[in-house]
């Protein structure tokens, strides 16, 4: 589906579903829909933006590209490539190209490694650059590029480092290994305010320096609109808009697209009143639209049936039988 990208496709998901299996109690499990036939595509050099609220999937989604996760049923192609049957040689590579930054730097760095083993480990992983000597200089490079002073941080170990500085740190081993896409699931959520604008700054310079694509993972659409080229807007699960990032936020035609935009706080504003008859917490899923039981236009046909993503006006799409505006 080509949902208002350009070029082609680097990486693809076609009618994707996951679910996990919750216990109930005694013997009872129930399954636990995280994705609901989910298609999508990440165009060649773009910065595509996946956002919704807490539980709509995002991570699932990344877990998923990664090869963390294996889905239920559905397609992931990387150029075109059939990434669910890949060989053991095939899955070397593909664990190469795609790459993740994940929310919290803590975790995801070994607390006994300092600077210069973490970087090097990927290098060593996969291969790449052969004897110490090139090795080391490629450590040096990537320290650099990610804005921090290799002879200050290299003996550091993670707790010596400030949430930024880790964060930098997971960025450089991400792109030890000349990744072709990363995803970045919500990589400066964690930080405070101060250093986010460096780690997103860093992000986009380096996506324009190394020609990567970027899947960019956020609850927070004020992010969003600082980095992406497009947007896809997810909700229990299924995405219910996808368009360029400008049209979406001037525009939104998805009216939980808007309940999301209303919901941004705007500098020096009390900001919009949020749209009415908008419930706190989404009820049971309905049989029809998801978004339904909290939408404050939805009719019957919406509770009904469940609209498919479909093109509302020129390259953008909605998952809505009543657009706000087409
Ligand atoms: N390992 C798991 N076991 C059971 N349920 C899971 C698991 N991982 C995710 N889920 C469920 O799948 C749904 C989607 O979760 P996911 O973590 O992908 O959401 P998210 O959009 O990343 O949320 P957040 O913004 O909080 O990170 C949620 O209902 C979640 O509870
Ligand atoms: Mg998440």
């Known amino acids: 589906m080509e949902q208002g990208g350009g070029g082609r496709p680097l990486v693809e998901v076609r009618n994707l579903s996951v679910g996990f299996s919750a216990s109930m109690g005694f013997f009872k499990k129930r399954t636990v829909s995280a994705i609901d036939d989910l298609s999508l595509a990440a165009w060649e050099g773009e ?24 889905p239920h049923s559905g397609e992931v192609l990387f150029k075109g490539e059939d990434v ?80 930024g500085e880790r964060q930098r740190v997971s960025i450089a081993r991400a792109l030890a290994v000349s990744p072709d896409l990363l995803i970045a699931d919500e990589p400066v959520s964690m930080l405070d305010v101060s250093m986010r604008i460096g780690i997103l700054d860093l992000m986009l310079e380096l996506k324009r320096k190394l020609g990567l694509t970027l899947i960019f993972i956020t609850h927070d659409l004020g992010v969003a609109r600082y980095f992406c080229d497009r947007i896809a807007v997810m909700y229990q699960g299924k995405l219910m808009e996808v368009a360029r990032t400008e049209e979406l936020l001037e525009r939104p035609l998805h009216p939980y697209t808007k309940l999301l935009l209303d919901s941004v706080p705007v500098p020096g504003g009390a900001g919009p009143a949020p749209p009415e008859a908008v419930d706190a917490d989404p009820r049971p899923a309905p049989a029809g639209c998801k978004f339904s039981p909290r939408c404050p236009y939805a009719r019957d046909r919406c509770r009904g049936s469940a609209p498919d993503l479909t093109e509302v006006s020129r390259s953008r799409y909605a998952a809505c039988y009543y657009p706000l505006t087409s």
Do not use: C
Not at 47 to 70: I, N, P
């Open 47 to 70: 910065s595509l933006g996946v956002v919704g609220e807490s539980g709509s999937g995002k991570t699932t989604l990344a877990r998923v590209l990664v090869k963390l996760l294996r």
């Open 84 to 163: 669910l049957t890949q060989t053991r040689k095939e899955e070397r590579v593909y664990r190469r190209k795609v790459q993740m930054v994940f929310q919290d730097p803590y975790e995801s760095l070994n607390p006994r490694s300092t600077v210069w083993d973490a970087v090097e480990e990927p290098l060593l992983i996969h291969h790449v650059a052969g004897d110490r000597h090139s090795r080391g200089e490629m450590v040096e490079r990537l320290v650099a590029m990610v804005g921090l002073d290799p002879g200050a941080v290299k003996h550091k170990y993670p707790h010596q480092l400030s949430g």
